[in-house]
């Protein structure tokens, strides 16, 4: 018996989106369950021949037709809302959670390094939905060798920037779906009087991995958060 590679495992709540995306933008009905026997098989078919195209396809979707009100933790309806909001009860009001931050964190890594981690995207995150995210953004006129002028971006505090680096490799995201890259994406499209619901989406998507990996180390350790935890649900 050959051995298939499986490219994406999909949960039950998974199959049911991409199904009724597909009955969508291939068959021309609002659900999959609207379908006749004959083309919900074919859908099927489809899915199972490659998942991870498929599902690749139905997140650029969503990207693409982000709108506040489909789960954002700005507007109160983030999908992991109730736990980021104790969570956020935990965080200094003004200094870092840890002084210094480990580059590198390891696969199951524990509470603290990940809070400060949450900390700092908790910052960057109001700030953008506040103020564009020029505050942790900037950008200044420069000139070249010609006197062209040209604008030039940068963080303003290089930890921060650092600590969005480490989020990043620590999710192992691509740079289409990185904190980094489309928060900076996002604060160049304000300067400019615009903005990005693809963008925001995949901020929203780093918020909701980070809260994942938060709650798997609350339930990994014991001792000292738990009576702070206290009504936690997770």
Known sequence: MNNVKQLHRLMPEQVEKLLNYMAQELKGEDTFSLLAKEDQMDLISMLCDNPTEWWTKYEKHLANTFRLKDG?????????????????????????????????LEPKQS?????????????????????????????????DEYDDEYWCYEWRQTDMEEVVDTIDKYLKLPESKSLKYNYQKEVKAYYDGGRSGTNRYYIERVGDQLLEKLQAAYKSENAHLLERFKGVEV
């Open 72 to 104: 954002s933790y700005w507007t109160g309806n983030g999908k992991y809302q109730d736990f980021s909001d104790k969570v956020e009860k935990l965080v200094p009001a003004r200094d870092a959670v840890m002084k210094y931050l480990p580059y590198s």
């Open 111 to 143: 509470f603290k390094p990940l809070l400060e981690c949450f900390r700092v995207y908790s910052n960057i995150y109001y700030d953008l939905y506040n103020n564009g995210g020029t505050n942790m953004y900037d950008r200044r006129e420069e000139w």
